[in-house]
């Protein structure tokens, strides 16, 4: 029990959250980089991958890194490519020639037989010629990120207030085996041991003989002698 509740509250910050997405703004026809950083400890062997979201599970794969052993090699898919500094920990995306259907929201990730690790969540968006100068002609292509939006702070807040209930209702079934468990050690301490013969003392009234009832006539020792000779010895 102590290892689940510890579990799950480690896990706890992790899954509520908030996701932080990065918007990078591009011209058509120009060109995008995208930088990914990592731990090279963790990550410096396992490929990276740069995929295209179509629904919020599904990410298709655009382009993937070489080998490990060829990772510093720049990899082309169409007009997207990627390149791994592993010594440095970064992974490098470059979209050339930049077309409206290039916008949509990309993420950055690693893979290892199968486990997955997303490094980073970018939303590309293609803007006209027209649009860009009117709007920002000094700076031609520029980024920003969006730590959260509404229903992300009401989706974290809810998340934490569902894993503190978790958390108390986890601690109650501990508290409750523990108590239990105790009551049972005491009442296995405070009951008599049923195989052993108890030897309860005689009265009075057993040592001189007495075992008539309550109430009816006492024989003493002498008398009952008397009674069994007289039945004994025949009559002449």
Sequence with gaps: IFQLIRNFLSLLPELCVAENITVVYGMEGETISIKCAYSPKENKWREKTWCKHFNKTECQRVVSTHHFWLQFLKKWNGNTSIADNIREGVLTVTMKRLQKQDAGLYQCKTDFFGEARTLKKVKVEVLGAGVMETQAPEEPRFMHSISSLPEAHFNAFVC???GLMVAKF???????????RQRSGATREGSPNLNQHQLLPLTGDLMSGDT??????????????QVILGHLTPST
Excluded: E, H, V
Excluded at 170 to 180: E, H, Y
Excluded at 212 to 225: A, E, F, I, M, V
């Design 212 to 225: 008539s009832p309550r109430g009816g006539p006492k024989w003493g020792s002498s008398t009952l002698d």
């Design 170 to 180: 986890l601690t109650a079934i501990l508290i409750f085996i523990i108590a239990s």
């Design 160 to 162: 934490i207030i569902t």
